[in-house]
């Protein structure tokens, strides 16, 4: 399945990135990815921006000149303003991480990094701040995960999950339609930070496929290629 | 100029501080002594003439003059220390054993030193007294005293000795702590001058021991081991500069060389689109070997320490083998974990993770299939021994050092996948959490151990 398949809603985003280069680079892949786009060349531009329009998300990165990327996140959250926010960083300790975290930002992306990253995780973070209710079953298509007997099935059948499948699959399911990469995949279902050597998550996803896909004419969850994966029913 | 900045040393203020605080309190001692016992003396003498007074003047209101004059010529026959003489208004001896009235100004009941002459058979002694003087009714003078010659020589003795004393107690102070501080400068100079040899360049020096083994030696030695973990970290440097520089370099080389060749002739847009696709390949590779020299540098940096949290390698370890255990099972390896007890550590939690998925990876990796990959955990005399063992073909005896050392790899490896720093990065993890890693023969195969020290 082709990237381009996969439609994400477009997205008002603000850029704050000080490097002119990259923040070119940056603005045409998201303006191609069909979103708007301003950017601000330092922290205080970007918190005059912040204020005076209404954005989906915010990419702040950390190190920019008269009011840098934690200062102005801070700011931001100590005037109300509720944008997630995204920090991009050259710095890509965990220590950074868990301060930009700390600061008030939403996710954390070290530089380099691949746009179809960074897409991906901008459209989970606008589809995150959608008022969740507190749902206690999950439905894609035919497929049904219950998340009080923590059981799964498809088309009425059963389907045996271990305990990672099932966190795997409800983060899937949590994010169906979108593209879920293998980095956030690794973040958010197992609470790695490194890139392991071989990629282990392609495995566990062709066992998981092979259990909710296996037998049926649909196929649910896509393999997007070079980005990562897309659960999603045929509409 | 030397002998001026001993002044300014150190070693030498004290050596003062401590010779002026050690002679005053000599000085103030002795003082207390001579004051005491010289003024005791003092006493005494005194004491006796009030008595002489007190039985002359008896002998004066009940005899009147004659009867004093009397008692004064008996007492000044006695030949004792006691010194008479009674006068004239005009201060012409009339009796008494004092030849003449002393030539010092005195009152009424005034105490008074003088000295007089005592004549013996053959010579004439000056010689110091101590008396009252006392005026009779119609212009007579008397004056009661006695002799304390002895006494004063006594307390002129003390007094020069005292004097003596201090002078020779600052003297050889003064020299000892010229000599005391001069030694502890000495063995500073040798010190400082190392030190700027070395700040100068000349990195292999090191400072002399005098053998004395005092704490100046040990300081020496600090300095000396701290020199050498310099060196050896500067050396590794050098070493990890080449390393990253042949690791960047060639990824770098490739990328390069691709993008050229496609823009030599007109292409297709497929093989333009190829070549990109190459490139963006060849540069997440270079990201990756990027970052995992990063991590290697910051876990040898010891930073990581400051994250330091406890953690069980058990859960650790069946995390881990709970990602692999598909990518085994993909290739019919077994993949076994086996660990019956926790262990409790002090470490990252991160950086074990990733040193454990290294050691699982690999192991995976090299071992052909239907073959076992065993992870272990055990409690062995206050250490958890963490052992990933395969049937892989293992590591030749000759390279198993060099794969744990800082950013190497096998030359072999180096055209595989991955960034191949797999093995140096578990050393570096290793080295921060003070553990130990070996390379063992499995026959076939290779195990590797790391014994981490339980927490206490």
Not at chain 2, 341 to 355: C, V, W, Y
């Amino acid at each position: 399945m082709l990237l381009e398949s996969v439609a994400s809603p477009s997205m008002r985003l603000l850029i704050v990135e000080d490097d002119r280069d990259a923040a070119a680079y940056l603005m045409k892949g998201l303006k191609e990815s069909g979103h708007v786009v301003d950017h601000a060349r330092d922290g205080v531009e970007g918190l005059a921006l912040a204020r005076a329009q209404g954005y989906d998300v915010a990419i702040v990165d950390r190190m920019l000149p008269r009011l840098d990327g934690l200062g102005l996140v801070q700011k931001m959250r100590e005037e109300g303003n509720q944008v997630p926010v995204l920090f991009l960083s050259a710095l890509g300790d965990i220590d950074d991480r868990v301060k930009g975290l700390k600061a008030g930002g939403d996710d954390y992306l070290p530089k380099p990094y691949a746009i179809v990253e960074l897409l991906a995780r901008l459209d989970a973070l606008v589809r995150r701040r959608q008022p969740e209710q507190i749902q206690t079953k999950l439905a894609v298509g035919d497929l049904e995960l219950d998340l009080l007997s923590r059981s799964a099935a498809r088309g009425g059948q059963a389907i045996d999950l271990q305990p990672r499948e099932f966190l795997l699959l409800e983060y899937l399911m949590r994010h169906a339609g979108q593209v879920v990469t293998r980095t956030m995949l690794l973040e958010n279902v197992w609470d790695y930070h490194f890139d392991p050597q071989t990629n282990v998550i392609d495995v566990h996803i062709s066992r998981l496929r092979a259990k909710i896909d296996k037998g049926f004419a649909d196929q649910l969850l896509h393999t997007v290629r070079g980005a990562g994966y897309c659960l999603r029913a045929v509409s | 100029m030397r002998f001026l900045n001993l002044f300014r040393t150190t070693a030498f203020r004290l050596a003062l501080v401590y010779l002026l605080l050690f002679a005053a309190s000599a000085f103030a001692l002795i003082a207390f002594i001579y004051w005491n016992t010289a003024g005791f003396m003092a006493a005494q003498t005194d004491e006796t003439i009030n008595a002489e007074i007190l039985g002359l003047r008896e002998q004066y209101t009940q005899q009147g003059l004659p009867g004093l004059r009397q008692v004064i010529i008996e007492r000044s026959a006695g030949g004792g220390t006691g010194l008479y003489i009674l006068a004239n208004a005009d201060f012409s001896r009339i009796a008494g054993n004092l030849s003449a009235w002393p030539d010092v100004p005195m009152g009424q009941g005034d105490w008074v030193y003088f000295t007089y002459d005592r004549t013996s058979p053959g010579e004439t002694e000056r010689r110091s007294a101590r008396a009252r003087h006392f005026e009779l009714r119609g212009g007579f003078h008397l004056l009661v005293g006695r002799d304390v010659h002895e006494r004063r020589e006594i307390e002129d003795r003390i007094e020069s000795a005292l004097f003596w004393s201090a002078v020779i107690t600052l003297g050889l102070g003064l020299i000892g702590g010229l000599v005391m501080s001069r030694n502890v400068t000495r063995r500073l100079d040798v010190i400082n001058r190392t030190s700027r040899d070395i700040i100068e360049g000349d990195l292999a020096r090191r400072v002399p021991l005098s053998g004395a083994n005092d704490e100046f030696d040990e300081l020496a030695e600090n300095l000396n081991s701290m020199l050498d973990q310099i060196e050896r970290l500067m050396s590794g440097m050098t070493e990890v500069a080449d390393n990253i520089a042949h690791d960047l370099r060639t990824p770098l080389n490739r990328l390069r060389s691709r993008l050229e060749v496609t823009l030599m002739k007109p292409a297709t847009e497929q093989e333009y689109r190829e070549a990109l696709e190459g490139a963006i390949g060849e540069s997440d590779g270079l990201i990756a070997t990027f970052n995992s020299l990063l991590l290697i540098a910051r876990a040898e940096t010891g930073e990581a320490r400051e994250n330091f949290e406890p953690l069980d390698l058990r859960a650790v370890l069946s995390d881990i083998a709970d990602l692999y255990e598909p990518l085994a099972e993909a290739k019919r390896i077994t993949l076994k974990v086996v660990a019956l007890k926790p262990a409790e550590i002090n470490g990252d939690r991160g950086l074990i993770s990733q040193a454990l998925a290294n050691l699982i990876d690999n192991a995976i990796k090299y071992t052909p299939e239907e073959g076992a990959v065993i992870a272990s955990l055990k409690l062995l005399d206050e250490e958890a021994v963490l052992e990933v063992r395969d049937t892989g073909p293992g590591i030749p005896q000759a390279e198993r050092d060099h794969v744990l050392r800082r950013f190497v790899r096998l030359e072999a490896s180096r055209n595989e996948p991955g960034s191949g720093l797999g093995l140096s990065l578990v050393a570096a993890v290793a080295r921060l959490h003070d553990a130990r890693i070996d390379l063992g023969d499995a026959k076939p195969g290779l195990i590797a151990t790391l014994r981490f020290h339980l927490k206490d």
